[in-house]
């Protein structure tokens, strides 16, 4: 079982930067793929990024230029560093993996842009 906690979020201006954090739990954090999604009031939830365990990339078209996702296996860490933030940033922000067809997700954080 992995269990992923979500850090970072916050109040921030439009053209700001944040840092988001995601803490997964075990031992096996370098073979897992890492995802970051967002939900914004009233919208279902998207994908914003993904990272593969060696580290390839990809980017929703809304996040790519302005948002980097990154990890750092020995810390068990997964990161999505945000900037040129906008008001339709505002969202949710999940950390999502998946391991032998269970899927796990954190608790969410929230990002606030202010216009």
């Known amino acids: 079982q992995v269990q992923l906690v979500e850090s970072g979020g916050g109040l921030v201006e439009t053209g700001g930067s944040l840092r988001l954090s995601c803490k997964a739990s075990g031992r096996i954090f370098s073979v897992l793929p890492m995802s970051w999604y967002r939900q914004a009031p009233g919208k279902e939830r998207e994908w914003v990024a993904r990272i593969t365990g060696v580290g390839s990339k990809d980017y929703a078209d809304s996040a790519k230029g302005r948002f980097t996702i990154s990890r750092d296996n020995a810390k068990n860490m997964a990161y999505l560093q945000m900037n040129s933030l906008k008001s339709e940033d505002t969202a949710v922000y999940y950390c999502?993996?998946?391991?032998?067809?269970?899927?796990?997700w954190g608790q969410g954080t929230q990002v606030t842009v202010s216009s």
């Open positions: 999502r993996t998946y391991f032998h067809g269970e899927e796990y």
